[in-house]
């Protein structure tokens, strides 16, 4: 009542006076009034409630259970009000076996693309091949290091060849390709066509392999037609000193420039290593953990995961207002959350182990760290005009700084053993 006698402009009384209680309370309304009064109990309890789950309470989960309505009611009939509050709380994380982590065994698979010492002389060739001239071919059928344009065709079949059918993703009109790539094609596809002549049609069936990158022509057999176009043979200069600048510039002889690229190629090499073992380690600790997952969680974790892709097509793509908005739109969202449940889940349970260990074994991280990646993180957010809640930001840069040291400290203390696939 106090508070409506100071806000209340009630004819005949100036603001702030004193104002007989039955004469407001006709002014302001009984009912406004209880309702004012159990919201003013909700705001003054609801923090004292939430004491019990201090440092447990997941943000933005908190939710009054008892209506609205149900609590004016009480209030009014028995001038009391008690009222339910459900809030999730940070889910127990459990190890199997019990501290599980401290005895990881990872096998690291590396891609063999990624050595250090075949990518620096693939790079070489490749700037060596860009000072070479194309010169068409005429007289002769196909070799190793030619250039040839083909027009390629395939068709899917059966293995009684009673089904035929087009694969649109195989086919391709004046194809240049370079026969030093051929370990970037279908396996085979190279010695097939190897001495073919100018005009000239081969077919031959070919399998697609398990490991092939689209999922949906793995295991296919298909039959390949393909007709020789044109044929060209490359003119290159001798690798040597004289080169050293076009091919690497500030570099004066050519073991500078193989040098330089082995360099480039290691730290690739390393960063490539690092990742696949991190991959490899959480992966790890997602199969060792049992946890019940909040849905406020999951889908704190999801709108972030989302709002980080929106950040990387506005930087690829410049979408316009309507754009933006479309695809923030709370349907978008949604159906995001729903196509990549089981991502989201696994990164939670990645972030979860994470969080644990890193409070188990007592790691630690700057201030300063901290402070800085905040700061890194907000200059995004308002170069690409994004809007941002700086206490979200700080958890979300807290939660990858203690991945970080927790990666750090796995890594030393796990049985790692790398191979090459």
Known sequence: ??????????????????????????????????????????KRTLPHAMSSVTGRALRDSVRIATKFSDMEKDYSSHNSLRYDVIVDVAPEVKWIPDNGYKNLKI????????????????????????????RIVTDRGLQIGDVVVLDISATKIDKDKSNVQNIPDAESKGFHFDTEDGDK??????????GIQQGEKKSFPLVFPESWSQASLRGVHAQFTVEYKELFYRDMPELDDSLADKLLPGCTTLQQVKDSLFQKCLEVEQMAKDQATDNAILDQLTKMVEVDIPQSLFEEQGRQLYGAKLLEIQANMKLNEQQLASLSSPK?????????????????????????IFKRENLQFSTEELVKEVENSITEFKRHKQEYDEERVRDQVQEVLEGAKVLEWLREHAEIQYITR
């Open 1 to 42: 009542m106090n508070e409506f006698m100071k806000q209340a402009k009630v004819p005949g009384f100036r603001p702030g006076k004193n104002v007989p209680e039955s004469i407001l309370l006709s002014y302001v309304g009984k009912q406004n009034v209880l309702k004012a009064t159990v919201e003013s109990v909700l």
């Open 185 to 194: 094609v279908l396996p085979g596809f190279l010695n097939s066509i190897i």
């Open 332 to 356: 978008a969202v949604n159906e995001y959350l729903e196509n990549q449940k089981e991502n989201i889940t696994k990164m939670i349970k990645q972030n979860l182990a994470v969080g644990d």
């Open 107 to 134: 096998i690291v698979e590396l891609d063999s693309d990624i050595n250090a010492k075949g990518a620096s002389e693939k790079e070489l060739r490749r700037r060596q091949k860009s000072l070479g001239t194309l």
